[in-house]
């Protein structure tokens, strides 16, 4: 271990992706700190701690939301953006063509169409976001002040848009992911001290459980995001002028957790969408609205309803993101230009089928175990019985894969150092 931290700070361009990546969560942290005018504090902490959805909403914006800051939204509707483009390829073939089939150059496109899409989305989400707290009297802002502010948090939006960019390019890991995994990580002082405040010796053996669920938590999570299914894959000889090609064995690896943390993401700003327009709806002082708009936030509010929509939305996500991603028919064309083929298997049409049979059958299991994972808090506080600690699953889920893509680039940077050394 110390030996390779002392190999991280001698090699000059891992060593300064690392400090640039740690400068951009500098800045990320300071303008997460920067509140908007007019805010009761005290009103704003009691809200979000009652109230699930923006509490799930707060963990996504890296905490800005607690804060009420500039970057509130955080990086919400980049995420929601790309949530929309990405169910419109299921409409339309060729931005599937582009995610898909179109590479590197296919995927930038797609991801600058979403980040278009992200500036109208934020002023809308902005908006109602603070009319919402408006009505709750965490704020009293005039006209200009609500139209000032909904260009701010445009502006935030897309600064942040703008740093996970930046550490995505120049940086280690995924710089979205990195920024949310910077909040989470923000967030454990304050969590620590709830739980000291709150900690009597009549609690002990249920902090000794919260614990124990806590270690084994990690340990399946690492698990199952580094799991993988490898089908193997032979490759036909073939000769070329005087030399003899092909004739290896390798194999084709297919992750048990394909989609990552994206499914629990993408569940997540669907069940928040209700949320938000009944309580918009709900400002309108007309009746049959308001009636309509308290019978939905209710309905959402029932722990029960909320905790099996999200594990429902989860799963369907689960399947729906890997479907987008990975293309068992176009696997299957480019095993069968490259002479590869899974042995007893005939190429074309029934390679595709067998990939997209043992794909199913993994991406059931990883869309149960994200499903748990996403519920999890709801599991741990009925076991435990201790109200103030609160594992969350998702944050934990993040945490490790951040982490693991972390490990793995500096490897892969040490490793192509030795390489350019000999």
Do not use: C, H
């Amino acid at each position: 271990m110390w030996n390779t931290i002392i190999r991280i700070f001698k090699t000059k361009n891992l060593r300064d992706r690392i400090i640039f990546t740690l400068a951009m969560l500098v800045i990320f942290r300071i303008s997460v700190s920067i509140p908007i005018p007019g805010v009761d504090k005290e009103n704003l902490i009691r809200f979000l701690s009652n109230n699930q959805f923006f509490g799930l909403l707060n963990i996504f914006s890296g905490g800005a939301l607690n804060n009420l800051s500039v970057g509130m939204l955080g990086l919400g509707p980049y995420i929601t953006a790309t949530i929309i483009f990405q169910l419109l390829t299921m409409i339309f073939p060729g931005l599937k063509e582009m995610y898909q089939e179109d590479g590197e150059a296919g995927r930038k496109k797609f991801n600058q169409y979403a980040r278009f899409l992200s500036l109208p989305l934020a002023a809308l989400q902005g908006f109602g976001l603070l009319k919402l707290l408006e009505s709750q009297n965490i704020i009293n802002l005039t006209n200009f002040n609500l139209f000032l502010n909904v260009i701010v948090i445009m502006a935030g939006t897309s600064f942040l848009m703008w740093l996970g960019e930046l550490i995505s390019e120049k940086g280690i890991s995924n710089g979205i992911s990195l920024l949310i995994a910077g909040g989470i990580i923000a967030g454990f002082p304050q969590a620590l001290k709830r739980v000291l405040a709150t900690f009597t010796q009549a609690d002990i053996s249920g902090y000794l459980m919260f614990l124990v669920i806590a270690f084994l938590t990690i340990v399946f999570v690492v698990i199952i995001t580094e799991a993988q299914r490898n089908i193997p894959i032979q490759y036909a000889k073939r000769v070329r002028g005087f030399k003899l090609y092909g004739g290896v064995s390798t194999y084709l690896p297919l992750r048990l957790n394909m989609a990552g943390v994206i499914p629990i993401i993408f569940a997540i700003s669907v069940l928040l969408f209700p949320s938000v327009i009944a309580n918009l709806i709900g400002l309108f002082k007309i009746q049959w609205l308001l009636s309509a708009s308290s019978a939905v936030v209710r309905f959402f509010q029932n722990p029960w309803i909320y905790g099996s929509s999200y594990f429902f939305l989860v799963v369907v996500f689960t399947y729906f993101y890997t479907a987008v991603t990975f293309d068992p028919k176009q696997m299957s064309e480019n095993l069968q230009k490259q002479g590869g083929f899974i042995p007893g298997i005939r190429p074309g049409q029934p390679t595709a089928f067998t990939i997209n049979f043992i794909l199913n059958r993994i991406t059931l299991s990883g869309a149960l175990f994200l499903g748990i994972i996403a519920v999890l808090p709801y599991i741990v506080t009925g076991v435990s019985g201790i109200s103030s600690l609160s594992l969350g699953g998702t944050s934990l889920l993040i945490l490790v894969s951040v982490i693991l893509e972390i490990a793995k680039q500096i490897k892969a940077q040490i490793s192509m150092t030795d390489y350019e050394r000999i």
